[in-house]
């Protein structure tokens, strides 16, 4: 088996390209079945989840293949790369399946393609073309869009400044979740580029009643 992580490529903080929502695609070659299933993750270990849920979920099947990049920190600095053969001939499956990946320059996306044997050898070509393959056909079933890197941004204020915090996030236009306890606790997904003005106006806005993390 051959697993491996890729070394901590530089990157930049621009846009990349990713899949535009999990989806999954089926075919079969000599009797064996082949499902490629993709998904947008936004860390390393939202993929290695994704991953495992796959792996119990599908216990019963021969293999397992995954495959993930990832941007390993916020700023998107470095890129984490990952793939396992999961019992397949090395080379065969897990580097096929990152390769499709690279090829299509996509990030922040994770890949398991599960096999069900059945019944006859395929040979190192056959399982290189089947596994590139499902990765292939699940990402043209996902779609490819281009996307902004992002962090979370915690956002902390009194009752009587909640209104305000919310009103300056709606009219940006940024997701929240509003957690209403002893303070109200905002947390938002904000492009990176447009964090530190964000900070600004809430602080402006709440005249420095804002707890900002």
Not at 7 to 30: L, M, N, S
Not at 84 to 107: F, Y
Request: glycine share 10%; proline share 5%.
């Amino acid at each position: 088996m051959s697993d491996g992580t890729g070394p901590g490529t530089e990157r930049g903080r621009g846009p990349y390209r990713t899949v535009a929502e999990p989806a999954a695609a089926r075919f079969v070659v000599q009797g064996s079945e082949f499902v490629g299933r993709v998904r947008p993750v936004d860390s390393v270990e939202a993929a290695e989840a994704f991953v495992e849920a796959v792996r119990e979920e599908y216990a019963d099947a021969t293999h397992n293949v995954p495959a993930y990049r990832v941007r390993a920190d916020p700023t998107g600095e470095f890129l984490r790369e990952y793939s396992s053969d999961d019992g397949e001939p090395s080379g065969s499956a897990g580097k096929p399946a990152l390769n499709v990946l690279t090829q299509r320059d996509l990030e922040n996306v994770a890949v398991v393609v599960t096999r069900y044997y059945g019944g006859t050898n395929l040979g190192v070509g056959g399982l290189v073309r089947a596994y590139s393959r499902a990765v292939k056909d699940a990402v043209d079933e996902a779609g490819v869009i281009e996307e902004r890197p992002h962090e979370r941004l915690s956002i902390t204020v009194e009752y009587d400044d909640s209104g305000t915090v919310r009103s300056v996030l709606e009219s940006e236009g940024y997701a929240f979740d509003a957690d209403y306890g002893a303070d109200v606790s905002f947390d938002v997904r904000v492009p990176i580029a447009e964090a530190e003005a964000l900070r600004d106006r809430l602080r402006s806005a709440t005249s420095g009643r804002v707890d900002l993390e």
